[in-house]
């Protein structure tokens, strides 16, 4: 197939789908350009190289098919589910953060959601009500673009910074200029990071649990990618150090969001918990008992009232399903870390290639100065170009990702994700950039 592909083609894809023309695709949704490129690729015959979406690309265990398949034959379809969670997944998702992440958070305070998205759209909702005056969500950006999303649907005011330019001790002078103004309700951010896959440290955790703590806010952490920080070979042994790290260990002001989707490549049941600390889910906010018309304590009114109104539950096999995953995981049977440590060598590979045809990493530094780990995600740019040129730029040749900007990022750049690359596409990326350096070298 000859690259560029036919501007008049990838025209008309995206104006059908609500672009005035290509130049808006570095603004599109992750589902917009994953529709535009689905249709390109059906109307050219050409395969793209996809890394916007981030889909997992490993088999979902058996595990979790197996006992839902079980709980159906036992009849569970014909019954609503309980909306605080069936006993197993509450039971063995307590395990799961104390085997894990080393937290005590008793079963009462583990609630399924319909995924992690349902999770923080119903937490954007509530922090917000919890206390007058307190109506922001603060970012610890680059983000998962949705949750913003999120919030402008809601109509819920956002403020953020980039966490790539405070890191360590300049977190905390960053962090308190945004809470000193009282208006900050939840501070939300993703360890390992979507889209940088740059991961907290202790004392940055330590940070912000102690200021959410001063200055009464909550924090939302969103450990979608649990224990995927694979520079420690020595990560995922359950009830064994080392520990996913958690602001959980330096305030009660948090709660945990984990998905099933990416650790246990289960994205298509959406199955996902949160799990509440005990002295937060207990305290009463008179404003939400007034707004809600009960008794304003933060773990009944998310359960019976934010929940409870947008699924009525999760779906009650997908419980059972989850369930028998985290009881796998937390008896050493289900070895999800061992088994995601795919993600970076892909990774690895795709930087390498990326590297030799003139790109080069954007994030590619932690806290400590040393490299970012290799793994889902990672950020990449091209001489001094905007993420939003390299994604115009970028589909004629039959490669897809996001740009940084919708992700708040401060830096030029785009997103890529490694799940879904192929072994047999490795060599044909490696083409496409090449001619891709070719074409753009000079100009």
Not at 293 to 307: I, K, R
Request: charged fraction near 20%; charge should be negative.
């Amino acid at each position: 197939m000859q690259f560029p592909l036919d501007k008049h083609v990838v025209d008309a894809i995206c104006y059908r789908f609500g672009l005035r023309n290509f130049h808006e695709l570095g603004n599109a949704s992750i589902r917009q350009l994953v529709g535009v490129v689905k249709h390109i690729e059906q109307s050219t015959g050409v395969e793209f190289v996809n890394m916007a979406i981030g889909e997992p690309g490993l088999p979902a265990d058996m595990i979790g098919i197996e006992a839902e398949h079980q709980a159906l034959l036992n009849g569970c379809a014909s019954h609503y589910p309980n909306i605080l969670g069936i006993p197993e997944v509450k039971k063995w998702g307590s395990e799961f953060v104390r085997a894990f992440i080393n937290l005590q958070r008793p079963a009462e305070c583990i609630l399924p959601t319909v995924g992690s998205m349902q999770a923080a759209f119903a937490l954007n909702m509530m922090l917000t009500q919890l206390q007058p005056g307190k109506d922001t969500i603060l970012f610890m950006d680059p983000c998962f673009p949705v949750q913003k999303m999120q919030c402008r649907v809601i109509g819920t005011r956002i403020e953020a910074f980039d966490i790539a330019d405070f890191r360590g001790e300049k977190l905390h002078d960053e962090l308190e200029r945004h809470l000193k103004s009282g208006r900050i309700a939840g501070i939300l951010y993703s360890n390992p990071n979507n889209p940088t896959w740059s991961c907290l440290t202790d004392d940055e955790l330590r940070t912000i649990g102690e200021l959410a703590t001063q200055y009464d806010a909550i924090v939302l952490e969103d450990l979608a990618y649990l224990n995927m920080d694979f520079r420690d070979p020595n990560r995922g042994n359950p009830y064994t150090a080392p520990y996913q790290p958690s602001v959980g260990h330096y305030t009660h002001n948090c709660i945990q969001l984990i998905s099933c989707s990416k650790i246990f490549s289960y994205a298509g049941q959406r199955a996902a918990f949160v799990a509440i600390d005990p002295e937060l889910g207990k305290r009463v906010y008179p404003a939400l008992g007034e707004r809600l018309n009960n008794n304003g304590e933060l773990l009944h009114s998310f359960s019976y009232s934010f929940l409870y109104v947008l699924s009525s539950g999760v779906c009650h096999s997908v419980q059972y399903g989850m369930a028998a995953m985290l009881k796998a995981a937390c008896e050493g049977k289900l070895r999800y870390v061992e088994t995601t440590r795919e993600y970076a060598r892909r990774a690895k590979r795709i930087k390498e290639i990326m590297t030799r045809n003139g790109f080069h990493i954007v994030y590619d530094t932690d806290a400590d100065g040393q490299p970012v780990g290799d793994g889902f995600f990672f950020t990449f740019g091209y001489k001094d170009w905007t993420g939003e040129k390299m994604v115009n730029k970028l589909i004629y040749y039959g490669i897809s990702a996001i740009s940084l900007a919708s992700t708040g990022a401060q830096r030029e750049g785009m997103r890529g994700c490694v799940s879904c690359i192929r072994e047999d596409q490795y060599e044909e990326l490696d083409r496409r950039l090449a001619l891709f350096n070719r074409d753009y070298f000079d100009k």
